[in-house]
């Protein structure tokens, strides 16, 4: 009996003195809109609440400017930004975030193809280079690895102006925090998570 109170004795040390501490932090998932490498600043639009695990949705504004961890350890594999939100093949629309109005804008497609059933070892995607924007040929070819479906589709001619990170889609990033701003762990889902 001894021998378990010096036991429990330390450990609820432990747990006072992390509570005295400031306690227990946060954790908050969101797609990358933006990384700037040189200032450790990455830019997210974070997910709204789960409905579907497989398919998760990120809306929630206005973006969230969080520091990367002062630790190189502390921090995955560099996250890739893009500004593709959403590919909904069932209505024709993909959502992409506008940096000039700081919102969402749905636009609407013309399909051109659709494959079903894509994995992401499907021959079709190797070497692909995808997002594939053909300018001269007026359409974008996109995959979604949630849905497992390949879309090649055409939009007006004024979306074709827009920066190619338009059409791709940032990396999924969870990070564990204390303060709002800053990460103190952060870990990159979308090159961690094997879809």
């Known amino acids: 009996m001894l021998e378990k109170g010096r036991f429990i004795l330390p450990v609820a040390a432990s747990v006072m003195l992390l509570a005295a ?3 227990f ?4 998932q969101g797609r990358v809109i933006d990384y700037d490498a040189a ?3 990455v830019t997210l639009i974070s997910e709204a609440e789960r409905k579907n695990v497989r398919l998760m949705k990120y809306d929630v504004l206005p973006p969230l ?3 990367v961890p002062d630790h190189p350890k502390q921090m995955g594999p560099i996250p890739r930004a893009g500004k ?3 590919l909904d093949t069932s209505n024709r629309t993909v959502v992409i975030f506008d940096n000039t109005t700081q919102a969402f ?3 609407e497609y013309t399909l051109v193809e659709q494959r079903e059933n894509v994995y992401t070892d499907d021959p079709a995607l190797r070497g692909a280079g995808l997002p594939k924007i053909d300018r001269a040929g007026r359409t974008i070819t996109l995959y979604s690895p949630e849905r497992r479906q390949l879309v090649k589709f055409s939009v007006p001619d004024e979306y074709f102006e827009l920066p190619p990170d338009t059409w791709e889609r940032g990396d999924e990033v969870r990070y564990y925090y204390k303060d709002p701003h800053k990460a ?3 870990m990159n889902v979308s090159k961690t998570v094997i879809q």
């Open 84 to 86: 593709l939100m959403d």
């Open 39 to 41: 200032t450790g600043l």
């Open 184 to 186: 103190l762990r952060l």
């Open 21 to 23: 501490c400031g306690g």
């Open 25 to 28: 932090g946060k954790v908050n």
């Open 105 to 107: 804008k749905s636009v």
């Open 65 to 67: 400017t969080i520091q």
